[in-house]
């Protein structure tokens, strides 16, 4: 059984997010308060991080942790119901982009 996502999207257009070990206190954060959560620096957009939560998880105490971080940082969802996501580069992630 496949295990779909939802994408959330971090930015500021003051703090620089890659470098910073954002990635790793989110896993900290995450795995402590045993939440399932994907992240990445994204490859296709400057200074954007994304993660990605289980579809119909509340995304409210990750994004209330990356708001405490960096009170300036802008948290969007970007996609729904994605299975086996790739999260550093949003259009691999449409499987009609695919033959087998």
């Not at 971090?10 to 995450?30: E, Q």
């Not at 308060?33 to 995304?59: G, Y």
Request: proline share 6%; net charge negative; with cysteine.
């Amino acid at each position: 059984m496949l295990t779909f996502w939802d994408f959330y999207e971090i930015r500021s257009n003051g703090v620089a997010l890659h470098g910073i070990k954002l990635r790793g206190r989110i896993r900290k954060f995450t795995i402590e308060n045993e939440i399932s959560c994907l992240m990445e620096n994204a490859s296709d957009e400057e200074n954007v991080v994304r993660f990605a939560l289980q579809t119909n998880s509340n995304p409210k105490p990750v994004i209330d942790f990356v708001k405490s971080l960096m009170p300036e940082a802008e948290i969007t969802e970007s996609l729904k119901n994605i299975p086996n996501p790739v999260l550093s580069k949003i259009k691999v992630n449409d499987p009609t982009r695919y033959d087998i």
